[in-house]
């Protein structure tokens, strides 16, 4: 993917919903992309394989232990940002074609003026709400679900994108065997991760979790990946292994554990104060 857009200017910029914020990496000579605040993104704009973010190299490593570089995926991303995964996607699976929804029409347009981002209709930016988007799609209609969408201080997956209600429309957007990759954020109590399992689970039959030791133990401030599917998620010695072996080692956990890890409530709309259909 040859680089042909000038280099980006380091800077606050004004967005839809705040500001964001872009600053040159020293150490890598990529770019950092931080919205009212926070890290959301990062790219180096010579290897569209790098991924700086642990739990972006996560749901990465789940994907190729399902997937083989040809599999033509249709992929749709919930949260947009700086389009650093479907980027890495669009060079790891060249078949592929993704659509990356970003609620902010601004942030979206300056990361397409940044960044050389592959085009339509290997890579679509769609403008709009994550979940009114997936509920306007086709059923069956897509290989893989990712859910990275954060707002609010400190920064937390919108509520609207972490019921059941919400959750049983990704269920029926994913083909039969499609791979639903949410990424959660949490403190050290884990109480909105352990309710994110529990919601996940009311909808899909098979879960697996993704996190470095300490998160899943709660002694830190960090993100957990989880992974769903109506068909089993039985990770690899391979994919052990690439986690194990990753700059920050994660662990895997599957099946009953990772089910009984969801000792939360389970999240109905209702519960975030949205009206019931």
């Known amino acids: 993917m040859a680089k042909t857009a000038p280099d980006p200017v380091e800077g606050v910029y004004p967005i839809e919903t705040g500001s964001c914020e872009l600053v040159r990496d020293r150490f ?29 190299r996560y749901m990465a490593a789940l994907l190729a232990d399902r997937a083989s570089p040809d599999a033509a ?23 592929s074609r993704q659509v990356a929804v970003e609620i902010d029409a601004e942030l979206a ?9 592959p085009r339509a209709p290997r890579l679509r930016i769609r403008v709009g709400d994550g979940r009114e988007v997936a509920a306007s799609l086709t059923a069956q209609s897509r290989d893989v679900v ?17 019921t059941v209600e919400f959750t049983e429309s990704i269920r029926r957007v994913l083909t039969p065997g499609g791979l639903y990759l949410a990424n959660c954020g949490d403190s050290r109590d884990l109480t909105l991760a352990r309710a994110e399992v529990s919601t996940i689970a009311e909808v899909f039959g098979h879960l697996a979790l993704v996190a470095d030791a300490g998160m899943l133990k709660g002694r830190r401030t960090g993100n957990i990946v989880i992974a769903a599917s109506d068909t089993p998620i ?8 690439t986690l194990l072996a990753d700059p920050l080692p ?7 554990r990772a089910r009984e890890f969801g000792r939360g409530n389970v999240r109905h709309d209702r519960d975030v104060g949205l009206p019931n259909d």
């Open 73 to 95: 995926l249709r992929v749709l991303h919930l949260g947009g940002a700086a389009c650093a995964l479907p980027r890495y996607l669009a060079q790891a699976y060249p078949a």
């Open 146 to 162: 990712i859910r990275d969408a954060f707002g609010g201080e400190p920064p937390r997956t919108p509520a609207h994108l972490t």
């Open 250 to 256: 994660a662990q895997i956990v599957a099946g009953r």
């Open 234 to 241: 039985e990770p690899s010695s391979e994919l052990v292994r």
């Open 28 to 56: 890598t000579d990529g770019w950092l992309l931080s919205i009212n605040g926070a890290h959301s993104s990062h790219i180096d704009p010579d290897d569209p394989l790098a991924l700086d973010f642990e739990y972006m």
């Open 109 to 117: 347009r300056l990361v397409r003026e940044w960044f050389d981002l």
